[in-house]
């Protein structure tokens, strides 16, 4: 037997570090490409995916914890 582990949860942001993911494109999903062969008026996606490490003070600042020069990824 496996023991499960008891959930956590977090009523208080105040002096917390988290680390968020964000991915998203610069367009939105074509719905219609499997009925629209006119490929030569698209719009080429840009991928941008990274992460961002953040602490969340006790006053209501936040301080950015990640590097910058290595937050975004374009693909």
Known sequence: LV?????????????????????????????DDDNNNDNNNKVPRKFYSGRVQLQFLSDGY????????????VV
Do not use: H, I, M
């Open 3 to 31: 023991a499960k582990e008891a959930a956590v949860e977090y009523f208080d942001l105040k002096d917390s570090c988290w680390e968020l993911t964000y991915r998203f494109a610069n367009e939105p999903e074509n719905k």
């Open 62 to 73: 936040t301080t950015n914890l990640s590097n910058q020069g290595q937050q975004q990824v």
